[in-house]
């Protein structure tokens, strides 16, 4: 079997640390240590819009910021395809056939839907866009069209794969074929990285809500934020709570024995600065500083190699198209083979007439 490798983000923002443990990380790795077929990048602009449709220009203006950002975490455009979600026609087409095969209520059972529902308020007021409703169908053909099987998402992200295998296993059942390909999330290693909160302690970091450390960050914005993560306030020689403590969970998610050895020789590893914490004797200004000191480490490189690229707007322009060219020739392949699989190919040979010829004909 193939591997192929396929994952997307809304350009809405900049991207940001959340982004990076939960699933750029893990793309750059996948990239550069396992062997596969073909990986694609898609910069989902429709999905995107489905929740705003009155702001086309945040969009627009995203795109490149979001291009910026893979190629400076280490998305090598030798073996990576970048492409532009609205700009592969076969898309909206595959998408239109797999709504036959999805009940309204399976959609709205969708628990990312829920939430997502819960948090742009659509519930109350029942204003709900039905282009944002349908968007895990539309995102089940983003990733069968390219037949990809290898996933690498945070795990907000997992009901929408269910529902794409669904779609898959009601596809092939349906019309009797067994082209469309069953994929799996490829999650980070520990949940610290699949689920990062916010600065503020929310269960997510979002750019609506304000709590992100974005990618771009210079270094005196990183220090500010990391010095404004709430904590749990207590006096220096009580015991230290490591349960919900964001600073450690950031720090679950990027520190590394190296940075002990560098930044706070005391301690060889995690488990023993927790171990310590946890008695008590050390303050959280302590624990801020170490994070921040391996955060501006870690999002240096990044930062530079953005500012490199951001001269090369041209090459990043042109990528995007050629990446976007192969991907239309691929998706189209898989929309020819579902028109085929449910006879809907009336024009690709002649089989078609000859059948209502022979109907017609006494
Ligand atoms: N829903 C994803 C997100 O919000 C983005 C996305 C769109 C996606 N199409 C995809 C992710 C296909 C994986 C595969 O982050």
Known sequence: MKNIILTADRPTGRL??????????ERVRLQNETTYDELYVMIADAQALTDNSGNPQKVRDNIIEVMLDYLSVGLDPEKTTFCIQSQITALPEITSYYMNLVSLNRLLRNPTIKSEIQARGYGSEGGMPVGFATYPISQAADITAFKANLIPVGDDQEPMLEQTREIVRSFNHTYNCNFLVECKSVLAKNLSCTRLPGTD??????????NCIFLSD????????????KTFPRQIDEPGILENNILFIYLDAFCTDKHFEKYYPEFKNLDELKESYAKGGIGDGKIKAFLNNILQE?????????????????MLIDLLKRGTAKANEIASATLNEIKQAMGIDYFSNDEFENEQIKKFTN
């Open 218 to 229: 210079e270094p005196s914005v990183i220090k500010k934020k990391v010095n404004s993560i």
């Open 298 to 314: 870690e999002l240096e490189p990044i930062r530079e190699r953005r500012k490199s690229f951001e001269n090369k707007i041209p």
């Open 16 to 25: 940001h640390i959340g982004h990076y443990v939960g699933s750029l990380r």
């Open 201 to 210: 302690g929310c269960a997510k970091m979002s750019k609506s809500v304000g």
